[in-house]
């Protein structure tokens, strides 16, 4: 019997009735043809490189590439700022790219994005963040296009429309936006369950950054560099933040969401502005290309799995940093664009079946996004090194190409362009003679891809109880959201897999049974690296509001001063605007100020309600005042919450210390602390040192 199609398009889509000898449950290409499989490309054997006759994987990926004009379809909001990259000279002999060679400056412009929401979006979403960085060397354009968590929601490309379609707003009411906590997204990853190790750094504190300066990058995919003499090895490429990776709260991310929805693009132009320059350094995993492309027991041509850094210690090539803020953000930051295929000799790709998408995506995509294929030619992507190629002509073509033979060979040309000449043992991108292992033609993948969970709990429980309870309430968050019960259910049974603690914690507070576990997870050594919590980092640029009333401003301008020269920033926040002092401006008053700001906090005296604490004029005031009311509400509420995200307090006096007792807060608590001025730079970049008060709630 036949039955509507229930997702016809196209100029038929009024038909009630499909075509003659179609099954209607039968998913088929553009052009009507069945698909048999959706979820691996075609490739040169069971682990060979992903062949370009793939029609279905070309259709698929080029029909999401082309969904959105002209915005980018994922990775749309972001932030961007140019830098130097100066190399330790310490990869002479795992790297001929002359980027990596000792001594060398190599100008890099970096990306910062979100994946799932839109340019409008907010910046402290649960999301995963893009890390992109454009060398402009003197071999060329090297891209090194990462994230910031080194897992992949799927291993093959052909999946990729799928996951983004599934973690998108719903289609019918388009919404919700930026946000994977919803019914689609939880279907996809509890039904697609490579996408297991993935979600749970999303749910963890690296899903919401504190700032995008205080994030590691990772190059995603394995990737292989070649040495003096053509000496192979396989790498993972890291960046490590100087400052530490640190996180917002829950909370905290969504109060920064409506409070400033800018949050990170302003931290960082504030930060390049003031001169606290960010930093990072990279590094590689290093591994021997022996033709398994495994690990210890780990398939580096999974983009599902990492290497423990206890494994394979991160050794570190060069220092990146980031000192000059875009000109323009539509000619730099929107127009900037990235592809892993763009490569300088030295650096080559594997047959990772994601990374071999991408090679055909990244280029595709930009012939919608920037009007055609010069788009090489806008100012920000174009190479600091000289170009001669034989293309010609095309949308926005600025370059005015000389000679009459734009083809090879020619000889009316002088035979011009010539071949470059390459020294022994070097090739150009993509020409390195990787043996390719004899297969059939197929859609499938190795039996190492299988293990969907294991990684996910070596994650889990490499975190320290802290954050563990933020992985528990995310979750529970997160499916809390969900509406379809069997949705739910399958995720729990996935998390079931993955740690037993973890799955009760969250079906105690959906109201859930917990279901018995399928299969045996294995354990693996924990990895201490995966925890942000425990050490201590440099503290530049950290915000310390300064709160004071308007009326008794003394002091609070060499309080400010002492700050800066700390290398901190402060934030002056009163009852009321101006200057305090020649030069010295207050920052916020009670009304535009809120905790998210700041990562301290020092008070100064018994601030009493300003003029125009009063409900009417400003909802956060709360209740009405009355004559007992003896501190102004919203600070009382600024420091409330301060206290609650575990933030430092400190008070100047023991009027300040009052502040304290009107917003419930015991003063003998830690990172709370009475302290003469002279004091307050010492001890808050004691406490800042380590992000958060953390002991604060054991």
């Given at each position: 019997?036949n ?43 069971e682990?060979?490189p ?10 698929k990926?080029?029909h ?12 749309a ?14 990869a002479?002999?795992?790297c001929?790219a ?15 994005s ?14 995963t963040r893009g890390?992109?960085?454009k ?12 994230n ?30 930026a946000q994977?906590?919803h ?30 300066r ?10 292989r ?6 000496r ?10 100087r ?26 132009a504030?930060a ?6 960010p ?8 591994f021997?290309d022996?033709?398994t492309?495994?690990?210890e ?26 000192n000059r803020?875009?000109e323009n ?7 900037v ?11 080559d ?6 990374l071999q ?15 055609g ?7 920000i ?9 034989n ?33 022994e ?9 990787q ?7 197929q ?13 996910a ?18 979750y529970?968050?997160e ?12 995720q ?9 603690d ?15 576990p ?8 924990l990895?201490p ?22 009326s ?7 309080l400010?001063?002492?700050l ?21 401006q ?10 998210i ?8 005296g018994?601030?009493?309600?300003a ?11 709360g209740?009405?005042l ?10 009382v ?9 575990s ?10 210390a009052?502040?304290?007792s ?37």
């Amino acid at each position: 019997m036949n039955h509507p199609l229930p997702h016809q398009s196209g100029p038929d889509a009024h038909r009630a009735e499909p075509v003659q000898g179609q099954d209607s449950e039968t998913m088929t290409t553009s052009q009507g043809a069945p698909v048999a499989d959706t979820d691996h490309s075609l490739k040169a054997g069971e682990r060979g490189p992903t062949l370009l006759q793939d029609h279905h994987l070309r259709e698929k990926i080029m029909h999401f590439d082309h969904e959105r004009i002209p915005e980018r379809v994922v990775h749309a909001r972001g932030a961007g700022a140019h830098g130097i990259f100066t190399s330790y000279g310490t990869a002479a002999d795992l790297c001929i790219a002359d980027f990596l060679q000792p001594g060398r400056e190599t100008p890099v412009f970096v990306r910062f994005s979100t994946v799932v929401g839109s340019r409008g979006s907010m910046d402290t979403a649960r999301d995963t963040r893009g890390f992109a960085t454009k060398f402009y060397t003197s071999e060329g354009v090297f891209d090194l296009v990462g994230n910031n968590m080194p897992v992949f929601f799927i291993q093959d490309g052909l999946k990729f429309p799928d996951v983004i379609h599934a973690v998108k707003p719903h289609p019918d009411v388009e919404i919700p936006q930026a946000q994977s906590a919803h019914d689609t997204f939880w279907d996809f990853v509890s039904l697609h369950t490579p996408a297991q190790a993935h979600t749970m750094w999303n749910m963890s504190d690296r899903g919401i950054p504190r700032s995008l300066r205080m994030m590691e990058g990772f190059g995603v995919h394995t990737f292989r560099l070649i040495g003096p003499g053509g000496r192979a090895s396989l790498i993972k490429f890291h960046w490590k933040p100087r400052l530490g990776v640190h996180s917002q709260l829950w909370e905290e991310a969504q109060m920064t969401a409506g409070a400033d929805p800018d949050y990170h693009r302003r931290d960082l132009a504030e930060a390049i502005e003031s001169g606290n320059f960010p930093e990072w350094e990279l590094g590689v995993q290093i591994f021997d290309d022996d033709g398994t492309s495994v690990f210890e027991g780990i398939d580096l041509l999974d983009p599902t799995k990492f290497v423990p850094e206890e494994l394979a210690p991160v050794q570190m090539l060069g220092k990146m940093v980031l000192n000059r803020n875009p000109e323009n953000y539509f000619a730099q930051t929107e127009q900037v664009a990235f592809h892993p295929g763009h490569l300088v000799p030295g650096i080559d790709v594997t047959d990772d079946p994601l990374l071999q998408a991408r090679l055909f995506s990244y280029l595709d995509t930009q012939l919608t996004r920037l009007g055609g294929p010069n788009f090489a030619q806008i100012p920000i992507n174009a190479p600091r090194s000289p170009i001669n190629d034989n293309l010609r002509d095309g949308f926005h073509q600025h370059y005015v190409p000389e000679g009459i033979a734009p083809y090879k060979p020619n000889s009316v040309d002088g035979g011009c362009p010539v071949m470059g000449q390459l020294q022994e043992g070097t090739f150009p991108p993509l020409d390195y003679p990787q043996p390719v292992p004899a297969g059939t033609k197929q859609r499938g993948e190795p039996a190492s891809f299988s293990d969907h969970f294991s990684q996910a709990r070596l994650f889990y429980r490499s975190l320290s109880n802290t954050e563990q309870a933020h992985v528990k309430q995310a979750y529970s968050f997160e499916l809390g959201k969900c509406t379809n019960t069997a949705v739910r259910e399958r995720q729990l049974q996935c998390l079931v897999e993955i740690d037993l603690d973890l799955a009760q914690a969250v079906a105690t507070v959906l109201g859930l049974a917990l279901p018995e576990p399928q299969q045996q997870t294995p354990d693996a050594p924990l990895s201490p690296a995966l925890s942000q919590i425990g050490g201590t980092w440099p503290v530049a640029g950290r915000k310390v509001a300064i709160i004071f009333d308007q009326s008794s401003p003394e002091g609070m301008a060499d309080l400010a001063s002492a700050l800066t020269k700390a290398g901190l920033t402060p934030l002056l926040v009163s009852s009321a605007g101006g200057k305090i002092a020649p030069g010295v401006q207050i920052d916020r008053t009670y009304l535009t100020a809120r905790s998210i700001e700041a990562d301290a906090v020092v008070l100064c005296g018994s601030l009493p309600p300003a003029g125009d604490a009063h409900p009417p004029l400003d909802a956060k005031a709360g209740a009405a005042l009355d004559a007992s009311q003896s501190v102004d509400p919203r600070v009382v509420m600024f420091v409330q919450e301060m206290y609650r995200h575990s933030k430092a307090i400190l008070c100047l006096d023991d009027a300040a210390a009052q502040v304290l007792s009107v917003a419930g807060i015991d003063g003998r608590v830690p990172g709370v602390a009475t302290v003469p001025a002279d004091e307050v730079p010492e001890q808050v970049t004691t406490l800042l040192s380590a992000h958060r008060v953390w002991e604060r709630f054991a």
